[in-house]
C-alpha cells in the first residue's frame, strides 16, 4: 500500500504543535497500519507526557433537559422524544456537594454542563458562584453552556473559570446533517472568545454519527489548526438513544475509534486527548487500548450529563491492572520538576523502544 509523505512544518513558536494540517495528512496516518500508528502515537504522547498517569475530572448536569437546539444526536434537544425529565438549574449549595464527593473520588477536575443554546444573564450570577465555589475547594473548573458572547466569555474568567467546553461536534463537510439551530462558525467564534478571554480551550466532537472517514480527519484538521490547539480534546464514542434521530445509525467499528484517539494524539501532542462518552460500551480491552494509543484523560461517575458512564471503582480497577496513576494538579512552581519528572520516565524507557524507520 503506497502511503503520503506527511510534511514536517511546525508552528515557529513550538517546532512540536503544527497548525497547518492538510487532510491528506490525516488521511495518509488513518491508512497506516495498526501497529505502526500505535507506534507512532505512543511515541509522541512520552515525549510529552507520562504514559502512564491519566488525568480525571467528573462533569455533572447542572441544568438538563429542554434544550432548543437540533443537535440528532442529543437526549437533551426538545425536539428529541427522548425520557429525559426536563430540570431546573440545580442550586449553588447542591452543585457544591457534587464537586466536593468528586474531589473525594480522586477528580482534579469539576466539569459543569447546562443544556442551554446559551446562557442568560439572569443565570450568571449563580454560574459565577459555582465557579468561585468549586475553585474554593482547590478543584480545576470547567464548564459548558452553550454558546457564549465575548462579555460572558470574560465574566466566567472573572470568575476563575478554568476551562471551557464547547465540541466541534463533527467536520464542517457533516456538519448541517447534524445540526441546523446553530452554525460551524458559532461555535469557532465561541471558542475564540474563550481564548481571547485567558481560558483554557476544551474542544473535541464526536464519532459515529454517520461521518465518513474523511470527515472524521476533516474534523481533527479543524481541531488541530486552531490558532491555540486546545488544551483539552475529548473524542467522544456515539452513545444512541431511542427517540433522536440517529438511535438506528450503523455502530462505529472499534479499531476506527482507536485511529481516531492515536491520530488525535500525534496532531496535538501536547493536548490531553479524553477518552469521553461511550465507554460504558467499551471493554477493558479497547479502553487500554485507547491508552495506549495516547488517551490520558477520562470522566469518573456513573453519568455524563445524561449518558452512561463506568462506574468509578471499574475504572480504579483498570487503572490498578494497567499501571496507571491520576494526574495530580501541579501549579507553576511545580512545572518544571514536573517536566525533569517525565524527562526521566522517558529516558528510562527508551530501552524499551526502538528506532522503527532505520
Known amino acids: 500500500m503506497t502511503q503520503a509523505v506527511l510534511t514536517s512544518s511546525t508552528n515557529s513558536d ?44 467528573t462533569l455533572l448536569s447542572i441544568k438538563t433537559g429542554a434544550c432548543p437546539e437540533d443537535c440528532k444526536y442529543c437526549s437533551q434537544s426538545a425536539r428529541n422524544k427522548t425520557n429525559v425529565e426536563k430540570e431546573r438549574l440545580l442550586e449553588v449549595e447542591k452543585v457544591l456537594e457534587a464537586a466536593e464527593k468528586a474531589k473525594a473520588m480522586g ?30 475547594l482547590g478543584l480545576e473548573s470547567c464548564m459548558t453552556l452553550g454558546m457564549l458572547d465575548e462579555n460572558q466569555a470574560k465574566q466566567l474568567q472573572g470568575a476563575g473559570l478554568d476551562y471551557y467546553n464547547h465540541n466541534l ?19 469557532l467564534d ?54 433522536t434521530p440517529l438511535a438506528d445509525v450503523d455502530d462505529l467499528e472499534s479499531f476506527d475509534f482507536i485511529r481516531c484517539i492515536a491520530v488525535a494524539r500525534i496532531m496535538m501532542p501536547k493536548s490531553h486527548v479524553r477518552l469521553s462518552a461511550g465507554r460504558s460500551a467499551m471493554n477493558e480491552q479497547m479502553q487500554s487500548l485507547c ?10 461517575g456513573c453519568k455524563l450529563l445524561t449518558a452512561e458512564n463506568p462506574e468509578t471503582d471499574k475504572d480504579i480497577q483498570l487503572f490498578n491492572k494497567l499501571g496507571i496513576n491520576t494526574e495530580t494538579i501541579i501549579d507553576e512552581s511545580q512545572q518544571q520538576e514536573q517536566t525533569l519528572k517525565t524527562a526521566l520516565v522517558n529516558e528510562q524507557h527508551k530501552a524499551l523502544f526502538y528506532d522503527a524507520a532505520q
Open 14 to 57: 513550538n517546532p512540536d504543535i503544527r497548525n497547518n494540517w492538510t487532510i491528506a495528512e490525516v488521511q495518509a496516518l488513518f491508512s497506516l497500519p495498526f501497529n505502526d500508528l500505535m507506534f507512532k502515537a505512543q511515541t509522541v504522547h512520552r515525549q510529552h507526557f507520562n504514559a502512564n498517569e491519566v488525568q480525571v475530572s
Open 107 to 136: 477528580s482534579t477536575r469539576f466539569c459543569m454542563g447546562a443544556a442551554w443554546r446559551n446562557p442568560k444573564e439572569r443565570d450568571m450570577p449563580l454560574v459565577l458562584d459555582m465557579i468561585k465555589g468549586v475553585k474554593a
Open 169 to 187: 461536534d463533527t467536520s464542517p463537510e457533516h456538519y448541517n446533517q447534524i445540526i441546523t439551530t446553530r452554525t460551524y462558525q458559532d461555535r
Open 190 to 243: 465561541t471558542l475564540e472568545y474563550v481564548r481571547s478571554a485567558g481560558m483554557k480551550v476544551c474542544s473535541g466532537g464526536i464519532v459515529g454519527l454517520g461521518e465518513t472517514d474523511v470527515d472524521r480527519s476533516s474534523l481533527l484538521v479543524q481541531l488541530a489548526n486552531l490558532p491555540k490547539q486546545p488544551e483539552s480534546v475529548p473524542i467522544n464514542m456515539l452513545v444512541k438513544v431511542k427517540g
Open 291 to 300: 491508552f495506549l494509543a495516547g488517551a490520558n484523560s477520562i470522566f469518573y
